[in-house]
């Protein structure tokens, strides 16, 4: 990912668009920031736009040095700002878009954990590279109405056809539920409704509302049979535990659960048949649905999809830990059980704040 996002950055010859949560003052940042300023001293155009809370590590001399080679750079809603206390809206995509030309998409921050060391082993994550000029277009486009604040535009769901070999139809869907867009849960609701053999979903912080579990649970009476790989290893104990909460639940209704232990999993991606993939920023849990600013892309292209699937169930089988109901009684106390129920409401009780303050504050937005 890091190597294609340098070069992306490295032959880009007029416009760069940058959108990301995390942009962290490390060996990786650094490495990302070097190759902007290169850009910038070649006259590309480069609009930097970090989330206020998730790049909040950064200080304002690594933010000035990058001003000073002329790139813009937008801190979007800070907790504190002059009329307003936002908690749960959060610029949660991490979307490049160089030129009109190629643009790259995932959940992949820019820091250390996410590339890895030589000591310590990258976090599981996933992006999409496309390179399709119709669609680089239109995602410029959107990346340009939240940089500068175009609050009224076209709701538009970006679609196109792309050949590769045979026609793959790539969709651009995004989650701003205060811009009244609620593309990517409707997506998730909609795959996994609609799968007729298998759904693979790799997904971090999984705290899913009741519409999306009782779509899982539907779907695998009907047969269906759906595989969660979620992570083993929390780098928030807190919703660690409250996902844990919701194991025994998910394994009573025929979900197959499996732990990934070899670093944080951080990635956001689903198989559907081996035929449709989607794969973004988008975490199944409250905040992604209905306070963070998310975009995923949707892939209808069977090469793409069984690969991807291949992917994931070689990691099921070679790299996951399957979780049953008789290891979760092998390894849970009473007081275990406790805390995991107090954990989960504690973590869906902070989601509904989070997300209800700036529900409240943009409620009149059109």
Request: aromatic residues 10%; positive net charge; charged residues 25%.
């Amino acid at each position: 990912f890091f190597k294609r996002l340098h070069k992306i950055i490295s032959e880009s010859t007029k416009e760069i668009h940058f959108q990301t949560y995390i942009f962290e003052n490390d060996t990786t940042g650094i490495y990302i920031a070097d190759a902007l300023k290169a850009a910038a001293d070649r006259n590309v155009k480069i609009y930097l736009l970090l989330d206020g809370y998730g790049s909040s590590s950064l200080s304002n001399k690594f933010i000035k040095d990058l001003a000073k080679h002329g790139i813009n750079v937008r801190i979007f809603s800070p907790f504190f700002s002059a009329n307003s206390f936002y908690i749960g809206r959060r610029l949660h995509h991490k979307v490049v878009v160089a030129d009109e030309r190629v643009s790259l998409i995932g959940g992949i921050n820019i820091g250390n954990r996410y590339r890895g060391t030589d000591t310590t082993t990258a976090w599981l994550d996933y992006a999409v590279e496309i390179k399709n000029n119709e669609t680089a277009k239109d995602i410029q486009q959107v990346c340009r109405n939240l940089y500068f604040k175009k609050k009224r535009t076209k709701r538009k769901k970006i679609t196109h056809l792309i050949q590769l070999g045979s026609e793959a139809r790539i969709g651009i869907i995004r989650n701003d539920w205060l811009k009244r867009k609620n593309e990517i849960s409707e997506a998730y609701i909609k795959s996994i409704r609609t799968s007729q053999t298998e759904t693979i979903i790799a997904g971090s912080y999984f705290l899913p509302g009741r519409r999306l579990l009782n779509t899982m649970k539907k779907s695998t009476r009907k047969g269906v049979k759906i595989k969660l790989i979620l992570s083993g290893i929390a780098d928030v104990p807190l919703i660690k535990r409250a996902t844990s909460y919701l194991y025994t639940s998910l394994l009573e209704n025929d979900i197959e659960l499996y732990e990934w232990n070899k670093s944080v999993l951080h990635g956001k991606v689903a198989v559907k048949d081996g035929e449709k993939s989607i794969i973004g920023s988008f975490n199944l849990n409250h905040l992604s649905s209905y306070g963070s600013i998310e975009m995923n892309v949707e892939i209808d292209f069977q090469e793409f999809s069984k690969s991807l699937a291949a992917n994931l169930n070689d990691l099921i089988v070679t790299q996951c830990e399957q979780v049953t109901l008789e290891t979760i009684k092998k390894r849970r106390s009473f007081f275990t059980n406790l805390l995991n129920w107090i954990s989960y409401r504690i973590v869906r009780l902070a989601l509904i704040i989070a997300t209800y303050l700036p529900h409240r504050r943009f409620k009149n937005y059109r």
